[in-house]
């Protein structure tokens, strides 16, 4: 790899794993309170998925079962998701957003949005922004994020 996409690679990496802690921590309200950052990631994915396996949710969040198990169930017990048992396995079970699950999800977006706006204001030109797009949406279409289903 030349050094110049190595390093974008890193940034983006961090980016990634240091920048949505930050957030997630500067952010004062409840929902942050009530919520571990990884159970609101856990819900994100079920907001863009629709519906998943826990399987599929601990592949997606790079843990093992066992951890995925005891986020859905204080998700579960919160009334945030609903699990439903599969009919042709008994092990088998499809994860959704209950509509208090999506309202939540609904409010911590508009929340991350602010604050990354907040943070970005000023910082960033029009055409930083346009550039940003632009790469972004060319990374995604490379990944076929949208087919990793």
């Given at each position: 790899m030349n050094d110049r996409l190595d390093k974008a690679v890193d940034l983006f990496k961090e980016v990634m794993i240091f920048g949505t802690e930050r957030i997630i921590k500067s952010i004062d309200h409840e929902i942050y309170e009530l919520y571990?950052?990884?159970?609101?990631?856990?819900?994100?994915?079920?907001?863009?998925?629709?519906?998943?396996?826990?399987?599929?949710?601990?592949?997606?969040?790079?843990?093992?079962?066992?951890?995925?198990?005891?986020?859905?169930?204080?998700?579960?017990?919160?009334?945030?998701?609903?699990?439903?048992?599969?009919?042709?396995?008994?092990?088998?079970?499809?994860l959704t957003l209950t509509d208090k699950g999506k309202s939540i999800i609904r409010q911590s977006n508009e929340l991350i949005s602010s604050h990354i706006e907040e943070l970005l204001a000023g910082e960033l030109k029009e055409s930083e922004i346009d550039e940003f797009i632009r790469i972004f949406k060319k990374v995604k279409a490379i990944l076929k994020v949208e087919d990793d289903q």
């Open positions: 571990s950052p990884e159970q609101i990631h856990m819900l994100q994915i079920l907001f863009k998925l629709e519906k998943a396996s826990p399987g599929r949710l601990a592949e997606l969040q790079g843990v093992h079962k066992s951890a995925v198990s005891n986020r859905l169930k204080k998700l579960s017990h919160n009334g945030l998701i609903d699990v439903v048992e599969s009919e042709k396995d008994q092990r088998g079970k499809t």
